[in-house]
């Protein structure tokens, strides 16, 4: 069991080492982005005839 119980704390401190974005956290990232975008005003675009 003790090869077990070391795999278990070698995993547990990578994971907290880690530094890859997860999806989960991405999305709350995104969904800012997407609350800044709507809240700025649209760009005036110059239109020609």
Request: hydrophobic share 40%; charged share 35%.
């Amino acid at each position: 069991m003790k090869i077990a119980t070391r795999m278990i704390k070698n995993m547990t401190k990578e994971a907290t080492v880690c530094k890859t974005k997860m999806p989960w956290e991405r999305g709350l990232r995104r969904e800012a982005l997407i609350a800044r975008r709507d809240a700025a005003p649209a760009p005036q675009l110059k239109r020609t005839a």
